[in-house]
């Protein structure tokens, strides 16, 4: 074929594909704000979870509160308020008025207690200040003298004060109860001032007390980073796991909804690389996963509390994790090649999280117990979490947070070391050194076992994402897809897959004939032999005695046709005849048991690269992305088919023909069934194919833009061949020039509408519409003796006419006899229609049969 179009190059298909990727990414805004939303909100979950915990290890009570200073009217509940007790120095006795005078009370509110309870401080605290077996006191203060400088003191205070209301009611809020431990806080002060005082021998002295965070144990140098290891080591990984699964886990769902959707199966018809669709496909979900691995490291170095990052060698980071990503993604494209359906997908997307969580949450909790089932009788189930990539990154992940993050959880000699000796802890403590060493695990809890490193499983994770991959590129070519099977499951092992068959003509009429099953009918018989070496020039199609066997039965059985050029040939047949079938195999969407079928003298099966330029595709349903308009329908496919010269005239030129200019740029959900049946066909006009096939462009279709489709199909005969399937007799009259009736995957009837319905007329049909029918059949059969009366409905009669040599005798009298117009209201007489030859030729395949 001299001016057959060039077939789009692999970089033009590839830019086709992503351009298409890049219109899901902005139209799905559901899937996409899934995608680009996930490690944002789970990572800041994380950050603000870390710090939450963090900062409430600062005492936040003991930083900001002021303390009440008119005790004795608000705590009333107390007989005394304070009871002091204090050995036997003489300046002592001094310290109560400073203390009462710093508290604003009344001395009287003072109270000694027993010098018993100076020396048994523990039974005081019981008696007095808890059981109140001796008058009520809010707080007792005990001071002694320890040397001639140093004045020590004991406070001890009553929270769970009960006869005042409010008080109870604070107390019952919590245990530590801010407000009571507040008068508590000011009398401490009010003691320390008074012995401030005392000590300097200056009662006037004053003094500015600051509040700082108490002397806790909470507060030692070890809590901050013992909190966050604690929660850094059971949980980031958990966190990590999530954001990075959950994008592929959308990825898979998108990839599904295409496959169900028939966009898959179609684009293979407009001649895409399988290659490069599956590539498109993958650099999508790798500039999702290193989106996903950005905002992890991001996180991980700009927050508080991810020693899990800022702890390990940040390379080792990014290879798990875009590893992880190129696996997940592998295997959400082999699954996409095995699910046709979203549901499909949607089920398999909840096990593997699920699965995968499920063991994120475990690997967190039992830390380097995982490292059990390495070597050990466990040993099938770490086979299971190394070939399964949503498992064996929680092992990667764990490897890590041992490492970078250790605990007293996991290893405690790490954790209690660095924080003791007082030498500051290392910047790194997960380098590729230990990542290519057996991970750190407890000698004691991991007996027996081997752990692999965490390098180890990264190349495992990587050979099977590899594997994954392969297996997403075969599955796609041998599956059977929505039109069925493709390649045979050894086409790897043929020499037609690497080096393809080109069949020269003259090898075609090499094929020997095989008898047709009607070749009786002079028709058949002829048609069989116009697919000859002869007439092969003469032909745009010729298909040469096809099969097509689906589990022991043929939906295509010994066919041969061929049709020419510049016509419109139209296959006719009851529904399951292997219409469908024979166009599954011209479009190499399947291919045949046996036989042959050409296009302009390329083999549909060996030379699909070629047939994909030449044919111009629409199938029984529209195959379309509901989010994108018709333009851009138009550019993505027109980009894939051929190599592009004037993109934006050749768009523009067909959407004048399919009258969708005004519409182009809407999207096609919104449009009427006519017109995405439209679009159907004007996306058949692409790369202006020599065969253009229409699998019943009509069907749905109302009246007014089935008129406008046939305008349109009959203009696409300029040039070129137009093979359509239809189910309406008067579409296959009014369109074609030559029919072919296949019944049971055979070729029943062949010919120009004219030639089918002279060889098959049964005569002329008369319809009688009449008041008094019984005159009427004898009026009929007067005039017309042969007449044979067909049926009658209501007042209608019918009768087929073969002899019509009295015809014109009858249509005078019923023209001009007053007695005929009295009882014969109306009357026509019809020629034979193309569906009373279907019904025939179905009726006589029947009594064949
Ligand atoms: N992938 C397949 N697997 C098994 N059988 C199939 C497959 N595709 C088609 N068939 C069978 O082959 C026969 C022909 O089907 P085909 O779809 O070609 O008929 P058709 O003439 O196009 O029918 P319709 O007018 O309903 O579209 C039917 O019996 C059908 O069930």
Redesign the pocket.
């Known amino acids: 074929m001299n001016n057959s179009p060039e077939r789009a190059s692999a970089l033009q298909q590839f830019s086709a594909l992503m351009y298409k990727q890049f219109l899901l990414f902005r139209k799905n805004k559901v899937v996409t704000l899934f995608r680009l939303l996930t490690p944002i909100v789970v990572m800041s979950i994380y950050a603000i979870t870390y710090s939450s915990i963090n900062n409430s290890s600062n005492n936040k009570f003991y930083s900001d509160q002021s303390y009440p200073t008119n005790f004795a009217d608000q705590i009333k509940c107390c007989d005394h308020v304070v009871g002091y007790s204090y050995n036997n120095d003489p300046s002592i006795p001094d310290i109560m008025p400073l203390l009462a005078k710093t508290l604003d009370m009344d001395i009287s509110n003072f109270v000694p207690v027993p010098q018993f309870y100076m020396t048994n401080q523990t039974g005081l605290a019981s008696d007095s200040a808890f059981n109140r077996t001796i008058p009520n006191f809010f707080a007792t203060v005990f001071i002694n003298r320890v040397n001639s400088t140093q004045l020590g003191y004991n406070l001890y205070y009553n929270y769970t004060t009960p006869s005042n209301p409010m008080l109870i009611a604070q107390s019952l809020a919590s245990y530590n109860n801010p407000v009571v431990e507040s008068y508590a806080g000011a009398i401490q002060i009010a003691v320390e001032k008074a012995l401030i005082n005392t000590l300097a021998q200056n009662p006037d002295l004053q003094l500015t007390v600051r509040k700082r965070a108490a002397p806790s144990a909470l507060n030692s140098n070890n809590f901050n980073k013992t909190i966050s290891l604690m929660l850094l080591q059971p949980f980031a990984a958990l966190f990590i796991y999530f954001s990075l699964t959950f994008p592929t886990i959308m990825f898979l769902n998108m990839r599904a909804e295409e496959s169900q959707r028939k966009i898959r199966a179609y684009l293979k018809t407009f001649g895409v690389y399988d290659e490069i669709y599956l590539a498109s496909w993958l650099l999508d979900g790798m500039i999702g996963g290193f989106y996903s691995c950005v905002v992890l490291l991001i996180f991980g170095y700009a927050c508080p509390g991810f020693d899990f990052f800022t702890k390990t060698t940040p390379s080792i980071l990014f290879v798990v994790f875009m590893t992880y990503s190129f696996a997940m993604n592998c295997l959400c494209l082999l699954l996409g090649s095995l699910l046709s359906t979203t549901k499909g997908a949607v089920i398999i997307s909840v096990v593997i999280f699920t699965l995968g969580l499920f063991t994120s949450i475990a690997t967190c909790f039992i830390g380097n117990l995982i490292y059990n089932v390495y070597g050990n009788k466990y040993a099938p189930i770490g086979a299971i979490i190394s070939i399964l990539p949503f498992l064996n990154i929680n092992k990667i992940l764990t490897d890590i947070a041992t490492g970078a993050t250790p605990s007293f959880l996991n290893n405690p000699n790490i954790n209690s070391d660095s924080s003791s000796s007082g030498e500051p802890a290392p910047n790194i403590l997960y380098d590729w050194g230990n990542f290519t060493s057996t991970p750190i695990y407890d000698e004691p809890l991991v007996k027996g076992a081997s752990p692999i490193s965490g390098f180890a499983s990264l190349n495992i994770l990587f050979a099977l994402a590899l594997l994954f991959l392969f297996l997403a590129w075969y599955l796609d070519k041998v599956l ?1 897809g ?4 493709s390649k045979r499951f050894d086409f790897l092992f043929t020499s037609d897959y690497w080096t393809p068959r080109h069949i020269p003509f003259s090898s075609v009429d090499q094929h020997t004939l095989r008898g047709n099953i009607n070749s009786n009918d002079p028709d058949i018989a002829q048609e069989s032999q116009n697919v000859t070496l002869e007439n092969m020039s003469k032909y745009a199609l010729i298909i040469r005695n096809l099969d ?1 066997e ?2 022991g ?4 059985n010994n066919l041969s046709l061929a049709a020419e050029n510049g016509k419109i040939i139209a ?1 006719l ?12 195999i011209l479009t190499n969407q ?1 291919n045949p048991t046996s036989g042959t079928a050409l296009i302009y003298g390329y083999d549909c099966v060996n030379q699909a690269s070629s047939i994909h330029t030449l044919i111009g595709y629409t199938p ?1 349903f529209d195959v379309n992305w509901p989010n994108f308009t018709a333009r851009e329908h138009l550019k993505i496919m027109s980009s894939i088919k051929e190599k592009r010269v004037n993109l934006e005239q050749d768009i523009n030129n067909i959407l004048k023909q399919i009258r969708l200019t005004s519409v182009a740029d809407n999207i096609v959900g919104s449009y009427s069934g006519g017109m995405q049946r439209r679009l159907s066909c004007g996306l058949a006009l692409i790369g202006n194919p020599k065969i253009i096939i229409l ?2 462009p009509t069907t749905g279709v109302d009246p007014a833009n089935r008129l406008y489709l046939w305008r349109l199909i009959k203009s696409m005969k300029k040039d070129r061949l137009v093979l359509l ?1 239809t ?1 309406s007799m008067e579409e296959a009259d009014a369109l074609s020039d030559k029919i072919a009736i ?1 019944s049971e ?1 055979r070729l029943a009837a062949v010919g120009t509408p004219t030639h089918l319905k002279s060889r098959f007329s049964s005569g002329f049909k008369l319809h009688i519409i009449s008041s008094q029918p019984d005159q009427a059949v004898n009026v009929v059969r007067h005039y017309l003796p042969t007449a044979i009366f067909d049926k009658s409905t209501s007042n209608t009669l019918v009768f087929t006419i073969q002899d019509i040599g009295n015809l014109s005798n009858f249509l005078k009298y019923l023209a001009q006899d007053a007695t005929a117009q009295s009882f014969i209201s109306d009357w026509q007489i019809q020629g034979t229609t193309i569906e009373d030859v279907f019904l025939k030729v179905a009726h006589d395949q029947k009594k064949h049969n």
């Not at 929505?482 to 099977?485: A, E, I, N, R, S």
């Not at 039965?553 to 295509?556: F, I, L, R, S």
């Open positions: 059977a929505p039109f069925g099977g097509k689906f589990d039965k043929y939906a295509v296959l047949g009851h529904n399951g005849a292997g219409k469908t079938t024979t166009i599954n399947t029984q699998d019943e399937t189910h296949m995957g």
